[in-house]
């Protein structure tokens, strides 16, 4: 069995139902969700002009390999309605594969961990609850060291 982190999280629609929705069928079509942290409410990363995100982290135990639980997640997400027209625009649902073991890829649709990690609060934050001493493969650093040099300022608040 392998462990990988997901960061799920929406800014249309009823986000926290989105949320529930996608833990749901990450859990039916990818493997046992066995914890998850509390849900965040975030600014928008990158495009500022839109509603704010829900975000939650998520760990699961998959016997999928990474490319089969990134192929799986496409699938969960456009069975959601997700429609892909602009980077960081706004969308129902959006699942990010952190890390999966202590694997690293750097595929075209598969980049672990994710690249961007470091970078984005809304990220950090809520896996930080779940997963503070997981270490970052490349960078040698845990989860809590990351967030805590990370320069993201944009607001990440707890709602549940």
């Not at 960061?7 to 046992?32: H, P, V």
């Not at 990010?96 to 672990?112: P, Q, S």
Request: aromatic share 8%; hydrophobic share 40%.
């Amino acid at each position: 069995m392998h462990i990988a982190y997901l960061l799920t999280g929406g800014n249309l629609g009823d986000r926290k139902e989105n949320l529930e929705k996608a833990a749901f069928l990450i859990n039916k079509e990818c493997g046992e969700v066995f914890c998850n942290s509390p849900i965040y409410e975030t600014s928008a990363w990158g495009n500022s002009d839109q509603p704010s995100f829900y975000n939650q982290a998520i760990a699961v135990k998959t016997s999928l390999t990474a490319r089969q639980l990134m192929r799986k997640i496409l699938k969960i997400e456009k069975s959601m309605g997700r429609i892909r027209k602009e980077k960081y625009g706004p969308r129902i649902i959006d699942i990010d594969i952190l890390f999966y073991d202590d694997e690293i890829h750097n595929y075209h649709l598969l980049k672990l961990p994710h690249p961007e990690l470091p970078n984005r609060r809304f990220a950090l934050v809520p896996l930080c609850e779940i997963a503070p001493d997981l270490i970052h493969p490349v960078l040698k650093k845990n989860v809590q060291e990351l967030l805590l040099a990370c320069r993201d300022e944009l607001d990440v608040k707890m709602i549940s």
